[in-house]
């Protein structure tokens, strides 16, 4: 299971607006994302620049692909991220890839008497 380096409380605004928030996972992506965010337009006043360097703190703090809770939080931050603009459709596709391959890790092959042929 997925923790948040520190306990994420967000504000009950943000969760009425936003209900993925709900996640922590996600939560703690989408802080990891805003703090990037600002501190780069403090310091470099780009948006272009601020929204980079968000994404990939959103992405760093994305959960690893390790046992089936973290697998469905870093699911559930992939489309939190595909929704939200933070990722592109080719990005997140290759994420999602990623998780189903990560969840089917260790899954048993089915053994040739199982397979059947097609007349």
Sequence with gaps: ???ALAPLKPKLKEIERL?????PAVAHCHEAWIIAYRRVMRRE???LVACKEAGDAFLSAMP???GIENIRSFVA???FALASGVLSDHS???L???AKV???VGTPLPSAKTITAVP
Excluded: E, H, I
């Design 1 to 3: 299971m997925f923790c």
């Design 19 to 23: 209900p993925a928030l709900q996640d």
């Design 45 to 47: 006043k780009s948006r």
């Design 64 to 66: 690893p692909l390790s």
């Design 77 to 79: 931050c992939v489309g």
């Design 92 to 94: 997140a596709t290759k």
């Design 96 to 98: 999602l890839y990623a």
């Design 102 to 104: 990560a969840r089917n």
